[in-house]
């Protein structure tokens, strides 16, 4: 089993930044891909970015050059810097993790961005 734990939501007026943290914890040996996803009020929870042990990232078209992730595989962490945020971007986030076959959630922070 894998624990995957965010941290750094929070309220943010439009235009302003935040970081989300995600600590992987239990067994999170040949964990590959992390990223985030994002649901908001009534909406599909919807791919936000992702990022392989390697480095290589992928990004939803909606936030591209605004949000960076990163990864420390020696933490078992990845991060989302998020940049110029729009109140559209309000949200819970979910950090996600796969392992082999298995996908893993965390329990989403939340996102606010005032307009």
């Known amino acids: 089993q894998v624990q995957l734990v965010e941290s750094g939501g929070g309220l943010v007026q439009a235009g302003g930044s935040l970081r989300l943290s995600c600590a992987a914890s239990?067994?999170?040996?040949?964990?590959?891909?992390m990223g985030w996803y994002r649901q908001a009020p009534g909406k599909q929870r919807e791919l936000v970015a992702t990022i392989t042990r390697g480095g290589s990232s992928n990004y939803a078209d909606s936030v591209k050059g605004r949000f960076t992730i990163s990864r420390d595989n020696a933490k078992n962490t990845v991060y989302l810097q998020m940049n110029s945020l729009k109140p559209e971007d309000t949200a819970v986030y979910y950090c996600?993790?796969?392992?082999?076959?298995?996908?893993?959630w965390g329990q989403g922070t939340q996102v606010t961005v005032s307009s």
């Open positions: 996600y993790a796969k392992r082999i076959v298995s996908d893993y």
């Open positions: 239990g067994n999170t040996f040949r964990i590959n891909d």
